[in-house]
């Protein structure tokens, strides 16, 4: 679970900006709160971060993928790292970007923070927190120090790890990759780690969507539920030569491990078995006036639908209490309110089992959902841009005078919380005219 995530001088961030996941003292909706109770922890379930537009809510998505896809997948050898800082401010080129995760893996507190810029990592540490507090590592590049404890196992083939990390790239990183095991519980966590983009998709949509699934009737009943039309879902094979370019295809071939699928987009996905690709298409099934079957393609049904497919087996793996964080950038695009709102009311409502160690985190500008009967106010978040061009990043927990029975909504809108354009009105010709 994400307990916290802070960044600066990244994008539109130019002083430290932290989304906290951990509960205050508020009072409301106590059931959403979930008890680890080994570390004593308190976690939320959810954040909502509103915010107009450019104020920074993706530029905070994009920041966490950042961070996932640095460690995860580094840079070659000499590559300049992809570091985005603030741009709005000279100062900024000198300073490095700086990154910090809190999280909760294996029932210990992992702290995990590196600063860096275009060409170098300039510091890392990891700390790690059970019963007592303690300094897993640091490194440092300027001047050149590292620390290890000395509870970490295979020292010796740390040290030569350590020796071995390239300026471009993590210690921890590297570590992973000469198969040393003490830091894995970090490294692993980022595989429960699932990022949203408007413009991807929930990956094992195809995976989900096989009648042979567990969840397969679970998603069928719940797009019937949610008004989409579609009585059934399935999955059709089609010929891999016709339905893919031959360039494709042989790349396909060569680099596809029998097994392993390939998803691309709007229903379809390849798989290789026993050497060859198999294709494979979602077709979603309507009736007729006449309880007819007809079949469509994804492609056929509505933008709001398409956008249902991309989130609803995110949600449906949240509801099952799967150690699983999704983040989601503009979770409301193309759905209509009732209908996320469902969605998340369903989710918040299970989570009343206490056992759950999902996260759900998601930026949106739907209005409808702004309101202390879904959320608490620690659980809702507001980005804003000041006159500098930086992006702030305030919980509605932070302001003092909102009470548990206040129109939050309201409030917002009247700008007293901030986050909300600040348009300025266009005097039109015809009006300058009348008023000479």
Not at 73 to 95: G, T
Request: glycine letters at 4%.
């Amino acid at each position: 679970m994400l307990l916290r995530f802070s960044v600066s001088n990244w994008m539109s961030f130019r002083d430290q900006a932290t989304l906290d996941m951990v509960a205050t003292r508020e009072k409301q909706h106590p059931h959403h709160v979930i008890h680890v109770a080994p570390l004593d922890l308190r976690l939320l379930p959810v954040a909502a971060i509103y915010g107009g537009n450019a104020s920074g809510k993706s530029n905070l998505i994009k920041a966490l993928r950042f961070v996932e896809q640095f460690i995860t997948d580094p840079p070659k050898p000499d590559a300049p790292i992809p570091v985005k800082p603030f741009r709005l401010d000279r100062s900024a080129d000198n300073r490095p970007s700086t990154f910090a995760i809190s999280l909760l893996a294996q029932d210990y507190i992992y702290e995990y923070n590196f600063s860096l810029n275009a060409q170098r990592v300039l510091r890392e540490e990891l700390k790690r927190f059970g019963s007592t507090q303690e300094l897993i590592f640091r490194r440092e590049s300027e001047p050149e120090n590292f620390i290890l404890s000395a509870k970490v196992e295979d020292r010796e083939r740390q040290m030569f790890a350590f020796h071995g990390t390239q300026d471009n790239q993590l210690f921890l990183t590297n570590s992973i990759s000469q198969k040393l095991t003490e830091f894995k519980p970090v490294f692993d966590w980022f595989d429960n780690l699932r990022l949203v983009f408007p413009e991807s998709s929930f990956g094992d949509l195809m995976g989900i969507t096989d009648e042979d699934h567990p969840l397969h009737a679970r998603i069928v009943a719940r797009l019937h539920n949610l008004d989409s039309g579609i009585a059934s879902l399935r999955q059709t094979k089609i010929p891999a030569e016709s339905a893919l370019p031959k360039a494709l295809l042989e790349n396909l071939s060569v680099n596809l491990e029998d097994g392993q699928t390939v998803n691309l987009g709007a229903g379809l996905s390849f798989r290789k078995e026993n050497g060859l690709i198999i294709g494979r298409r979602l077709t979603p099934i309507h009736k007729n006036e006449r309880g007819e079957e007809v079949s469509f393609s994804l492609n056929d049904e509505s933008d709001g639908t398409q956008r249902l497919f991309d989130v609803l087996p995110a949600f449906l793996f949240l509801e099952q209490g799967m150690p699983f964080i999704f983040v989601v950038d503009e979770l409301d695009r193309s759905l209509h309110s009732l209908l996320t709102e469902e969605l998340l009311r369903t989710y918040l409502a299970l989570n009343r089992r206490g056992s759950s160690r999902a996260q759900l985190i998601f930026t949106t500008h739907d209005m409808q959902l702004m309101t202390q009967e879904i959320f608490r106010r620690d659980e809702v978040w507001i980005t804003e841009r000041d006159h500098s061009g930086a992006s702030k990043l305030v919980a509605f927990s932070e302001f003092k005078d909102v009470r548990n029975d206040k129109d939050i909504r309201k409030s917002y809108l009247q700008g007293r919380m901030g986050g909300i354009p600040r348009i300025q009105s266009i005097t039109s010709p015809c009006e300058e005219a009348e008023t000479q």
